[in-house]
């Protein structure tokens, strides 16, 4: 097969391969951006092939970075372009956990396309368009198949996270998993637990924010994959709840744990600790935490101004979205945004009274009683009570100043 016409992306990229090959080496663009292309979608990276050794590319290029020199991998910097350019390989194992002293770099290009993962993944092109498919790889992508290439044991036992990579692409790519390659899944769940949680946790997030999640997740459950992934031993029905919502199509990471916690019955803090677990960064953590408040005020129809306040556009977003997936959020998904866009106030800042007019101008003594009056003023005005207006937020301490001491 010929690609009559390549991206923009590759074109950009030529001058490298040019380069490359006039220097007498052999020169390929590799991995997701072939198969992307042939698929007719958007390419991320652009990654280069090649029999030239990493110090006889930095020789050729003036601008390189080492960004992975042990494993072959040489960035070449180009207009503004980075280009991860990678000696051709073998031996077991690929990228980041292969021990650089197990990496043979060798010169030919078969060698290294049959130890990638699967087949829709082993296909190189030539800068002329021309596509080397040693494998099969394009009657896969046509039939929507991921196919382990060679002995699909073997390739597993060299990376355990290709496992992950296979249920990832079977919901990005809305693919089938072909039964030998699903079996040996099968056969070799465990050995996922040797593999580092954050390398887990990134294929997690993707398949799950893919376009067929639901048959991401079902085979993850079916494998058993999901039992070697943390804090999900004992929640298969949760997830299978999840595998089985009609109308899933999440956006992003706050989501995606969001809608695992409601579904696994997590609390606040259990939520925090699950997370944890999983390597998640704190700020996502906290957002997650935020959007399954809402996410649980709509379960129970509580959803009051000042839980609207407490979030931001973000979190309403996530929270909203993850309730309509569940079957009890609003119809409108901007809902909720847009009753947080009218609120009077949306932080403690838009406030018409400060915490410094409350020393100075009513003459409360600076400490715990400062933060607890203006948070009792934010709920005053978000439930409409009082104005955001200065006179009128003053007036209203002195009311209850009044109140105090009458009480005491
Ligand atoms: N465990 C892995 C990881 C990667 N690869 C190979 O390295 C290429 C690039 O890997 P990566 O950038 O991680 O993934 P992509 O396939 O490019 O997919 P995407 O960019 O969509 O994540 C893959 O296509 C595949 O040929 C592999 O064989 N085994």
Redesign the pocket.
Known sequence: MRLAQLPEEFKNAQPILTKLESAGYEAYF????V??TILGKPI??V?IATSAYPQEVKALFKRTVDTGIEHGTVMVLDHGNGYETTTFRTESG??DYRRPDEVTFVRQLADDLK????TI??LALKQDGTVVDLFHGLDDLAAKIIRAVGDPEARFGE?A??MM?AVRFAS?LNFTIEPQTQKAIKDHAPLLSKIAVERIHEEFV?MMIGPAAQRGLSLMIQTKLADYCPGFIGHTIDLSTIATLPHLQMTDEVEVWTLVALHLGLSYQDTVEFLQVWKTANHIIKAVVMALHLTYAQQYHRVKPRLLFDLDPGTIRAGTNVARYSGYGPEDPNQWLEVYDKLPIRNTRELAITGKDLIQGLGMTPGPAIGQTLDQLVDTVLAGEVKNDHAALVAQVIEQQKSANASE
């Open positions: 590799v991995g997701g951006s198969r992307d991320h990276d990654d690929y990228q130890r990638r993962d699967f993944n082993a990376d996270l290709r990579r990005q993707k």
